[in-house]
């Protein structure tokens, strides 16, 4: 088989981000991949298993200096030697308009989906995450990690979202906004590290004992900084939507606290700082669950509490 001629291939991002295309499976294919499967699909792109340990990552708007980048961090985080595997990149490829990488294939299975066929193992799935956390802060910030851009900006530096205003105007966002910056500011300062940002129960590989064998999906929000941020992200979004959300986030959060050492205020302002940066990240508009969800962390009791600012 050929690879698919010029012309064929949609942009990505112009169609759903969470389907695959008949042509990508032909492309990687002409060119000497002989069993091409769909594999995952998601916001930023569509991945292909393409047999002998690879996959390929067709990307929705990521330029190749942008993956480039992304590669040379990936590379930072292997030569660290972590206890579990993280992505690599071996080559970054143009292909029409839409940039493809071929990388690694990575082992084991979603936490989520594990955690699921063995209910009442939350506490593992638990453990897995602290591990992960962990690892993570053991690995130095380089050059190539402050260059990496976060969420949809052009450089590495975070912004906030201004439909925030209106969704939290009962609490009041420009105080929120300000007072989060005053008291981050007052934290004792740590040793940077490599910060994941989306430490979800997908984005964590397991074994059948619901080990940490693998991370994936770094991106979305990577970049340097304090790890405690990481940690307050993983404890808030582990069961983001599920009906023990805040047992499980409690819990994990006191946990943190009392095995890191980071304070729980601390973790819970680096919770406000997330939930102002990521909001619209997911939809512009403002009409998705993540955003529902951020606005509703601006308005928890224990945030208020650490804000110094009375419960609504």
Same mark, same amino acid.
């Not at 594999?39 to 993956?67: D, F, N, Q, S």
């Not at 940490?212 to 304090?226: E, H, I, Q, Y």
């Given at each position: ?10 942009? *990505? ?96 299975? %979603? ?28 690995? @130095? ?6 260059? *990496? ?6 450089? @590495? ?52 004992? *619901?080990? %940490? ?5 770094f991106g979305f929000l990577s970049t340097v900084g304090d790890p405690a941020f990481d940690a307050s992200v993983a404890a808030g979004i582990l069961d983001m939507y ?55 962390? *601006? ?14």
């Amino acid at each position: 088989m050929t690879a698919a001629p010029l012309g064929l291939f949609r942009e *990505l991002h112009e169609v759903n981000m969470q389907s695959h295309d008949r042509n990508w499976v032909e492309y990687f294919a002409g060119v000497g991949h002989q069993v091409v499967t769909p594999l995952a699909a998601g916001m930023e792109g569509a991945v292909y298993r393409l047999g002998g340990g690879l996959i390929g990552k067709v990307w929705g708007r990521r330029g190749i200096a942008e993956l480039t980048s992304l590669q040379e961090f990936y590379d930072d985080i292997t030569a660290a030697r972590l206890p579990f595997a993280t992505p690599q990149i071996l080559d970054v490829l143009k292909v029409e308009r839409t940039s493809v990488t071929i990388e690694r294939e990575l082992p084991g299975r %979603p936490l989520k989906q594990a955690v699921s066929r063995r209910p009442g193992n939350q506490l593992l799935a638990e453990d897995a995450v602290v591990e992960v956390l962990h690892a993570l802060a053991t690995v @130095p910030a380089s050059a190539t990690m402050h260059r *990496l851009a976060v969420l949809d900006e052009q450089q @590495p530096l975070w912004n906030g979202a201004d439909l925030l205003r209106a969704a939290v105007a009962p609490v009041g966002f420009e105080y929120v906004h300000g007072r989060l910056l005053e008291l981050v500011d007052r934290q004792t300062s740590r040793p940077l590290s490599v910060v994941h940002g989306d430490l979800c129960a997908e984005n964590i590989l397991v074994d059948d004992d *619901l080990r %940490p064998v693998a991370l994936l999906d770094f991106g979305f929000l990577s970049t340097v900084g304090d790890p405690a941020f990481d940690a307050s992200v993983a404890a808030g979004i582990l069961d983001m939507y599920g009906p023990a959300a805040r047992e499980v986030d409690d819990r994990l959060t006191a946990r943190i606290a009392r095995e890191f050492g980071y304070p729980v205020e601390l973790l819970l302002l680096y919770r406000v700082a997330y939930s102002i940066a990521t909001a619209n990240a997911y939809a512009l508009d403002g009409d998705d669950g993540h955003f529902a969800w951020c606005a509703q962390v *601006l308005q928890r009791d224990d945030i208020l509490e650490v804000l110094d600012m009375p419960a609504i």
